[in-house]
């Protein structure tokens, strides 16, 4: 299993920058975790829009998924558009993404598949399993094994036991760290710190953290530091890092 990151800016894209999205590879077949702002001109970098597979999106929120409306802009305005992608999410997740262009205007380019969070289910190679995750609307952590190894991804997530169950043993945490070291009140239980994280890691038994979706400008030397608790490697998602499992 190969995972590239496309974007890791929390909230919105800063210059260079792209929010959440994650290219994942295996046996040939090419998923998407997340789109959010700026990651389709990254994905394009890697692969061609008719080279998608499918697309698995956390939550509703613009920066884990808008740029899947260019991505469908990209299949279905094509000259010969490919087969309709398949597309998943937590029920409702997309129906303001889906409604941006004019009625039918993309029906044909996707193949939307509502799935609740908690829900197990196959995705071309992948075994995919998904926990219900803290957050201010609907949001599926997911784990993707295959071959043995196992990915989790948080989405946008409060510090829940659910993360420790999905996270258990797997060989990577890409986990949502908004903020370094304490969750504004505002935010509490519904997004974390890289603190959290780290915590979160341990708890997990995992074998390896990526801190992701830090808060646009934050200091990746700080949020590192704040996730120490956890003995194993850590790191900053960065556009670009690949990662093999």
């Known amino acids: ?3 590239t990151v496309l974007g890791s800016c929390g909230a919105w894209p800063t210059a260079g920058r792209a929010c959440s999205g994650f290219l994942v590879e295996h046996d ?3 998923l998407l975790v997340d789109m959010g702002y700026a990651t389709l001109p990254r994905l394009l970098s890697h692969l061609e829009a008719d080279q998608v597979d499918a697309v698995w999106i956390s939550h509703g929120h613009p920066d884990h998924c808008a740029d899947l409306n260019p991505l469908l802009r990209a299949r279905a305005l094509a000259e010969e558009p490919p087969s309709p992608l398949p597309v998943y999410a937590p029920p409702g997740a997309l129906d303001a993404v889906l409604a941006l262009d004019r ?4 029906v044909e380019a996707y193949d939307l598949r509502e799935v609740d969070p908690g829900e197990r289910y196959a995705i071309g190679p992948f075994d995919i399993d998904t926990r219900l995750l803290p957050h201010w609307v ?3 952590g997911i784990r993707l094994t295959a071959d043995g190894k196992s990915l989790v991804y948080t989405g946008d997530a409060g510090p829940s036991p659910e993360l420790a169950a999905l996270a258990q043993g797997a060989e990577l945490l890409v986990a949502e760290a908004t903020y370094v070291d304490e969750v504004p009140g505002h935010s509490a239980g519904l997004l974390s710190s890289a603190r ?7 708890r997990a038994g995992v074998g390896r953290l990526v ?5 646009p400008g934050t200091d990746p030397s700080q949020a590192l530091s704040a996730a120490a608790e956890f003995a194993g490697p850590v790191e900053v998602a960065v ?7």
């Not at 009625?103 to 993309?106: D, N, R, S, T, V």
């Not at 556009?239 to 499992?245: A, P, Q, V, Y």
């Open 138 to 140: 609907p949001n599926a």
């Open 211 to 215: 801190l992701t979706h830090l808060w």
């Open 1 to 3: 299993m190969r995972i």
């Open 28 to 30: 040939g077949f090419r």
């Open 239 to 245: 556009e670009g890092l690949t990662i093999e499992l």
């Open 196 to 202: 959290d994280a780290g915590r979160e890691a341990t």
């Open 103 to 106: 009625p039918g205007m993309l």
